[in-house]
């Protein structure tokens, strides 16, 4: 008599469990999270690409993998030289893989700034767009680009992945620096190696 209400008690103590993983909707679910995610790339022992976030939440369905970065991320981009050249900024980001192509975007949103360390440019917009295939970077939205040439402000850009072309498209109350001085000397402080000058 005791052995059947055992038998009976595991056999409803299953059932309310497979009940409770029935309600879990696996496409909302992670199968991977890591907090204080940091990665690098590397091409034929050459740093390439440094990625560091708060949080990374890896999801997969049928045709798309994507990866989401809920608490933003730092991206930094390498020259062929090994000098520091791009730092991307972001509130949040998200990385769109899709499993039966080579199509790959990162979407970065909410306080975006790019920044080319080297032409010493900045990119503030509120969504960007990275193609890795097409290897660009690109938004609508409105965007500012803070040069020591000028200031230009509008809606849309495009550029070359590293940010050393960037284009405003739509661009309106903009304006250039006409006159410059020749004998400024730019000192690149994230790859300068060697005393700092006094002033």
């Not at 940091?38 to 994507?66: I, P």
């Not at 990162?106 to 890795?132: C, H, M, P, S």
């Not at 402080?189 to 700092?196: D, E, R, V």
Request: overall charge negative.
């Amino acid at each position: 008599m005791a052995t059947a209400a055992a038998v009976a008690f595991v056999v409803f103590s299953c059932k309310g469990k497979l009940s409770e993983a029935e309600k879990l909707d696996l496409s909302v679910t992670p199968l991977q999270r890591v907090d204080s995610m940091f990665f690098v790339q590397t091409e034929n022992g050459r740093l390439k690409l440094r990625v560091e976030a708060g949080a990374m939440e890896k999801y997969e369905t049928d045709t798309l993998d994507f990866e989401l970065f809920p608490e933003g991320f730092r991206l930094y981009g390498y020259a062929a030289d090994g000098n520091l050249e791009t730092i991307i900024v972001a509130d949040e980001a998200r990385h769109d893989k899709a499993t039966r192509a080579s199509a790959e975007i990162w979407k970065a949103y909410g306080n975006v700034v790019v920044r080319n360390v080297i032409k010493q440019e900045r990119i503030e917009t509120d969504t960007l767009y990275w193609d890795r295939a097409a290897q660009e970077i690109f938004t609508d939205c409105y965007v500012k680009l803070f040069s020591p040439s000028g200031f230009m402000q509008g809606y849309g850009m495009r550029s070359d992945e590293m940010a050393r072309n960037s284009i405003v498209h739509r661009p309106f109350d903009s304006y250039g620096v006409v006159v410059q001085d020749s004998t400024e000397v730019v000192i690149d402080t994230a790859n300068f190696i060697g005393p700092l000058l006094k002033k």
